[in-house]
């Protein structure tokens, strides 16, 4: 390298700095046969930091299930997962984290999520059609918590409303844990024809390498480095780490790329996300087995003077790296000054498998592909794992210990107006839930969002789900239940799941106790998705999720949040949440337990926060799935709704609102009153049937061995429990509607 001596070497102080550790330090030296000057020193420290090489995760994620009828990609293989759905038809979706960014500063950082996913999938060839995220804050009494989500919630929505595409559905808690550290998961899923993706690859030596869309700028620079490390008082220096988004920018790079991709021009193209040019020149480089050269003076840029390095490592948003086939340069050019965006040629492939950096002529960088990416040479830990201490202690819990309350309306009001419980409409009213005519949930309410797939007659029905406090009790059975719960929700709906992608939120991967949460969080998620056939398509690992208060670290609940596809075949098998009519009757498919482990009524009513997660059989939840299928492939109910945060009144309240009906139920005398109320034992599902649709029902029932149960009738407002009245729809509807905008006020 004839300017290496014009350029400063890289120490292992500043390799530290950069996340690096000093043995790795020491690898670099040995992969190059040299000390890394600056500029790769920071090629590595982005590349090899948990963000992009998944070094302390990748061991376990390897063993999650992949395989499945619909998949036509391998998992981590391109930028989001694809599935077939019929019709010559695929749906490419995938679920990932703005979690750092958005603390710091929650409008960009969550603004920002939006805009990463939705380009993963439109990268790939696919027209985003829908948004899903899932939100975790802190105390919602303080004032930082409400801060956080003003802010993630009108950044969402003003991105996403921008960009045209609609959110359908979501989740949003509250917790303490996350009072430094908030998680801002969002999932995009899009729709392509079979057969027709662009793959982030690059190949063909001499093919010119274009950067198209916006201008790069020194927004989100060490920005993959800053998501892989704790959260602390200091972190408000890392400010310039948080990307700046702009979606009208977006929404012409979307078209411009899906024209592009209808041409014969793309050898391959990737997203700029975390570590911006870096990252996709790296790995669409080890990709395709081969080498680039890229000439950084010709990338466009926001700021004068921009160094070699910053150029490089800058994650400012709606950028793509497109590999051209030689001879048709025009025909790219041509698209993107259609759409008024930059297109430049900065590079070109070659043979081997090196990136090298020019600036000015002179060499800056000289790395290996292959050492540098996932899968490739980028370092693979087998972290230590301990039990923690906790986990035992709290299996101890008896029920016996809490005592049966008298006034179960009181609880009933309380858990109605609770902010995990509550109506989350004033986030969701941020967002705009119909753009793009696709959303059939918003007047039809269902378990999953639904989305219409136009001539034709299936539709798509997609939800997140993750239960963090069951988790943080269980990691293992927490998460296997996250995994049926979506499943349970899809089936609810009228879908038949297909696939998940997943979120994986935890704390530093350094501390056993932490790792020992991912660890038994994988062996959940596998064993749940093989059960449902729902292989992974693919995800993200956020690790660091914690606050430094006062020497202390403190993580955040383990949340491995769960996005899931599922298919309807046929759109007259969408089925609502809502009860339908009056004299209706009530059942329960499943079975209520005397457990009250883990649930919001225990942790916040009576503040007891240590206890286990409730008693769970994949087998028993698996037949209940079934059962739900064929009563509404048969047509017999009208409504399903799960039984999930809140117990069995919150779902009975929820089903009842649409229609403003009220019910009259009727206790189990086996099972304690607080517990069949508000417990939270999963596997259960609430129908509702016609009095003249009855016996087809039990007709059908009885064929199976299901556990079931009459609850009572759907009445014209009134609620009623063993004889008690519990008042009226409409009062709870009001507590239910308008709680959480007080508290956030």
Known sequence: MSSQATLSLGTVDQAKEMGLRSEEFERIIEILGRTPNFTELSVFGVMWSEHCSYKNSIVWLKTLPKEGPHMLVEAGEENAGLVDIGDGLACCFKIESHNHPSALEPYQGAATGVGGINRDIFTMG???????????????????????VK???????????????????????????????????????GIMKKGEMISATSSGVGNPVFIVGSRTGKDGIHGASFASKDISEDSVNDLPAVQVGDPFQEKLLLEATLELGKTDAVVGMQDMGAAGITCSSNEMSAAGKHGMDLWLEKVPTRQKNMKDWEILLSESQERMLVVVEKGKEDVVKKIFDKWDLSCEEIGVVTKGDRVRYFMHGDLVGDVPCNDLVLGGGAPVYHREFQEPDYFKKWKLFDIDTVEQPRNLKEIAL??????????????????????????????????????????????????????????????????AMAVAEAARNIVCSGGVPSAITNCLNFGNPYNPEVYWQFVGAIKGMTKSCKKFKTPVTGGNVSFYNQSAIDGVEVPVFPTPTIGMLGIVEDKKHITSLAFKGKSDLIYMIGESKNDISSSEYLASYHNIKQSPAPCFDLDKEYDVQNTITKLIRDGVIESAHDVSDGGLFITLLESSFTNDLGFEIVTSSEVREDAFLFGESPSRVIVSVTETGEDAFLDLLKDLNTPFVLLGHVTKGRISIDSSDFGDICEYKKIYNESLARKLS
């Open 151 to 189: 802010g993630v919630s009108k950044g969402i929505g003003d991105y996403g409303n921008a960009f045209g595409i609609p959110i359908i559905g979501g989740e949003v808690f509250f917790d303490s844990c996350y009072n430094t550290n908030p998680l801002v998961n969002a999932f995009s899923a």
């Open 126 to 148: 696919a027209r985003p059609i829908a948004q899903l995220n899932s939100l975790r804050f802190g105390n919602i009494n303080l004032d930082k918590t409400k801060w956080l």
């Open 414 to 479: 309380f858990l109605t107006g609770h902010e995990n419980i509550a109506s989350k409409r004033w986030v969701y009213e941020q967002y705009d839930s119909m753009v793009g005519t696709v959303n059939m949930s918003t007047n039809f309410p269902t378990d999953a969002g639904i989305v219409n797939l136009k001539e034709s007659d299936k539709a798509l029905a997609m939800t997140v789900d993750c239960n963090a406090r069951m988790v943080n009790a269980d990691p293992e059975e927490g998460c």
